[in-house]
Nanobody, 123 residues
Framework: QVQLVESGGGLVQAGGSLRLSCAAS????????MGWFRQAPGKEREFVAA????????YYADSVKGRFTISRDITKNTVYVQMNSLKPEDTAVYYC????????????????WGQGTQVTVSS
């Protein structure tokens, strides 16, 4: 079992920045892929970014490339997403998710989810 706890959401003006954190606990979390997804009101959940908690390649949705950066601290079993140049269309509930081994951009492939954190970007 893996538990995920997100933090760092909030209200920010367009052009501003936020950093979200996701702390993972449970056995062998270092072997997990950590992903960030988001869901805006009335829209489907969408992939944002992903990486292995143990390190390696990073993956981004086209809509956030160049603005968002995913990183991790294996000593803290925590993954972050630094969000810069935020736009009103980035407003959503952001979820952290985990799955074993292979990165996937499909949320249905992830077994564990955090409770979500609200990000609101005002224009």
């Amino acid at each position: 079992q893996v538990q995920l706890v997100e933090s760092g959401g909030g209200l920010v003006q367009a052009g501003g920045s936020l950093r979200l954190s996701c702390a993972a606990s449970g056995r062998t979390v270092s072997t997990y892929v950590m992903g960030w997804f988001r869901q805006a009101p009335g829209k489907e959940r969408e992939f944002v970014a992903a990486t292995m908690l143990s390190g390696g390649r990073t993956y981004y949705a086209d809509s956030v490339k160049g603005r968002f950066t995913i990183s991790r601290d294996i000593t803290k079993n925590t993954v972050y997403v630094q969000m810069n140049s935020l736009k009103p269309e980035d407003t959503a509930v952001y979820y952290c998710a985990a799955r074993l081994w292979a990165v996937s951009e499909n949320g249905k492939d992830y077994n564990y989810w955090g409770q979500g954190t609200q990000v609101t970007v005002s224009s």
